[in-house]
């Protein structure tokens, strides 16, 4: 089983925005000596809790200062940009640091509508997407009208983040698949992810891959990573109310508000979506939704305000599933 990790290089409360892209690159370092197999950069815009905007940006530092862990997009949206741009920023990435990178696409438009304009779409179908997908690959595999450069060495792996249709659309085109949020504890996920593999059409030689992308977090006891989860349950459901998805808050200072029943519910709810717990809570959760799914690589994404409590929660990770 293979463990990668995903950064979404999130803000913080009393920290500069800016401060969150040079951890990233720290986390990617920290990740690498810990034997994860890849590291994943994410892209929002115009989200105040999130610093990383352009993903291709962010990997050529995060690939300067790393030798060997594979280097990707988790995702880049490509209903933002046009499929040749796409192409030729996984070509240059892949010509800087060759049989490290793969390109992870998704389908997310902005965060909100003010978002989408700035962005220049508002829609897309899912035929739109499905054709877009294919003028990259085409890009990528230099069998487009015209030739994107520069021209790879060798392929670069084109992944999709997919849910429900998205499945069938990956099989169709015999890509691999990210999935992740809650449809990862739901009873019918080994039936979808078994209909996933039947229906794979493969291409070039390519065959069924999945990952799982879960928000992990680990400490020393159960109640201890519940606590590391809690900052980011609480921007999410601020983000419910607000429409701004916020930088990380400090524990403590989620926990001193005067919350009303319900939204104490609501975060705890929301606390509980995470995998948290201590080493062997977590190596039996993941050990149990892994061999359920019979997936073969977890994405961790798991993220919290202290910088020095995620770090360890990732080297623990890695100890006990890499």
Not at 148 to 160: F, G, I, S
Not at 181 to 203: D, I, K, M
Not at 228 to 244: C, D, H, N, Q, Y
């Amino acid at each position: 089983m293979r463990l990668s990790l995903l950064d979404r290089s999130r803000t913080r409360i009393g920290e500069p925005e800016s401060a969150a892209l040079p951890h990233s690159v720290e986390r990617a370092r920290l990740a690498e000596l810990a034997g994860y197999q890849r590291f994943w950069v994410a892209e929002h815009h115009a989200v105040p809790g999130i610093a990383s905007g352009s993903p291709a940006v962010l990997l050529g530092a995060i690939g300067a200062s790393t030798e060997r862990i594979r280097l990707g997009t988790g995702g880049i949206m490509l209903p933002n940009h046009r499929p040749l741009l796409v192409a030729e920023q996984a070509l240059m990435l892949a010509s800087l640091f060759p049989g490290r990178v793969d390109l992870g696409l998704g389908r997310s438009l902005g965060f909100t509508e003010p978002v989408r304009r700035a962005l220049g779409r508002l829609d897309v179908s899912p035929e739109e997407f499905a054709a877009e997908i294919a003028q990259v690959r085409a890009h990528l595999e230099g069998t487009a009208e015209i030739t994107a450069r520069p021209a790879a060495d060798a392929p670069v792996p084109v992944h999709l983040l997919a849910t429900g249709r998205g499945l069938d659309l990956a099989a169709q085109r015999g890509l691999p698949v990210v999935i992740g949020g809650p449809v990862l504890r739901s009873a019918e996920l080994p039936a979808r992810l078994a209909a996933y593999r039947r229906a794979f059409r493969p291409h070039r030689g390519s065959a069924p891959h999945i990952m799982l992308s879960a928000d992990v977090l680990v400490a020393d006891t159960d109640a201890e990573a519940r606590e590391l989860a809690v900052p980011e349950a609480w921007s999410m459901l601020e983000s419910r109310r607000t429409g701004a998805f916020g930088p990380l808050e400090p524990v403590a200072r989620i926990r001193e508000r005067d919350l009303g029943a319900r939204d104490r519910e609501r975060l705890e709810q929301q606390v509980a979506a995470a995998w948290t717990g201590s080493e062997q809570t977590v190596a039996r959760d993941i050990g149990q939704l892994l061999e359920r799914t019979g997936t073969e690589e977890l994405l961790a994404s798991g993220s919290t305000y202290d910088r020095h409590a995620l770090a360890d929660s990732d080297r623990r990770l890695a100890a006990i599933l890499g």
